[in-house]
């Protein structure tokens, strides 16, 4: 199947700094990736769903100026959370479209921590 | 999208056949009933998925009500590495691909 990897794995940050997180395709081109955050104990929470050369588009109640995600080529999609505090730490996953409108390849994920 | 409605946990032996419902009676014509699954810590893993006629591949079996109300994932053999959070989600064809993740049941395969 296809392969998609995230990086970094884990990131640990102090409260106020930003963070990128990588999300790539690694063996097929993805118009479309999503982004989704998960917190300990709870179900997957989709973010915004990213299209390769335009903007993304965000769930409601996730502010679009604090998650900036970037899909400049069809293998790459990148997620900043930017001046992280600790509310913020999280397990991030993003996933890519596949061939059936609903099969989506998911990344190992990254588990981020705000100190 | 339809809702569908997942029993918390379940428990099986190692060896056995799991059996996974799930309810979706509003499910329209043209929503298909998807299955993925998450291990600890990692990300999710899609399974199968189904119009209204059974399908099978090499990870497991769907079977589909004729009314389409509900769903059975099989898995037909279960082993520990098949403990996980089991989703069931229904999507419209032609959807984005948003995904809706509810609480899922969480599978353990006992030995």
């Known amino acids: 199947g296809a392969v998609v990897s995230q990086h970094p794995s884990w990131v640990i940050c102090k409260s106020g700094t930003s963070v990128k997180i990588e999300c790539r395709s690694l063996?097929?081109?993805?118009?479309?990736m999503f982004w989704y955050r998960q917190f300990p104990k709870q179900s997957l929470m989709l973010m915004a769903t990213s299209n390769e050369g335009s903007k993304a588009t965000y769930e409601q109640g996730v502010e679009k100026d604090k998650f900036l995600i970037n899909h400049a080529s069809l293998t790459l999609s990148t997620l900043t959370v930017t001046s992280a505090h600790p509310e913020d730490s999280s397990f991030y996953i993003c996933?890519?479209?596949?061939?059936?409108?609903?099969?989506?390849?998911f990344g190992p994920g990254t588990r981020l921590t705000v100190l | 999208d339809a809702k569908t409605t997942q029993p918390t946990s379940m428990d099986c032996a190692e060896g056995r056949a799991a059996n996974l419902p799930c309810n979706h009676s509003?499910?329209?014509?043209?929503?298909?009933v998807y299955w993925y699954r998450q291990i600890h810590s990692q990300g999710p893993q899609y399974i199968i998925h189904?119009?209204?006629n059974n399908e099978t591949n090499e990870m497991a079996s769907l079977i589909i009500t004729e009314d389409r109300k509900s769903s059975t994932l099989i898995l037909p053999h279960a082993t520990l590495r098949d403990t996980a959070v089991y989703y069931c989600?229904?999507?419209?064809?032609?959807?984005?691909?948003?995904?809706?993740f509810g609480q899922g049941t969480t599978l353990q395969v006992k030995p």
């Open positions: 063996d097929f081109q993805a118009t479309t």
């Open positions: 509003t499910i329209s014509g043209n929503e298909y």
């Open positions: 996933s890519a479209s596949g061939r059936a409108s609903g099969e989506q390849f």
């Open positions: 989600i229904v999507l419209r064809s032609g959807n984005t691909g948003k995904l809706i």
């Open positions: 189904g119009l209204k």
